[in-house]
C-alpha cells in the first residue's frame, strides 16, 4: 500500500527528507523515520539537495537499506537577513552545472 512517506523499491525503502539550510552548509544530526522507528542520521557539511544517504539494513523485513534523499527547504516566510547575507556572498555568482537550453 501507498505511505504518506515511504516509498518501496524492491527491498529498498526511498524516504525524502527536507533538511534546514543550516543544516545543509554546518552539517548536522537529526532525527529520520524508518519502518521500525526513528534513528539519528549524521547529515555531512555542505550537503546539497539529492545527496543520498544510506540506512544499510534499514529496509524491508531488514534485508534492503533505506534511502534517504536530502531535500534543502529555506524558510516559509521571507528573510530579509538571509537575502542580506546572500548580496555580500563572496560567492554569489557561483552557477551550478545545468543541462544546455
Do not use: C
Not at 544530526?29 to 522507528?37: E, H, I, L, M, W
Not at 557539511?45 to 534517504?68: C, E, F, H, I, S
Amino acid at each position: 500500500r501507498p505511505h504518506a512517506f515511504f516509498r518501496r523499491e524492491g527491498l529498498d525503502i526511498h524516504l525524502d527528507l527536507n533538511i534546514s539550510l543550516t543544516e545543509a552548509v554546518e552539517g548536522a544530526r537529526v532525527q529520520a523515520p524508518t519502518p521500525t522507528g526513528p534513528v539519528a542520521l549524521t547529515i555531512p557539511p555542505g550537503a546539497n539537495t539529492g545527496k543520498t544517504l544510506r540506512l544499510k539494513g534499514k529496509g524491508v523485513a531488514g534485508q534492503g537499506d533505506q534511502l534517504v534523499r536530502l531535500q534543502v527547504m529555506l524558510p516559509e516566510t521571507s528573510d530579509e537577513e538571509l537575502r542580506k547575507f546572500v548580496r555580500k556572498w563572496g560567492k554569489r555568482d557561483y552557477s551550478p552545472s545545468r543541462p544546455p537550453a
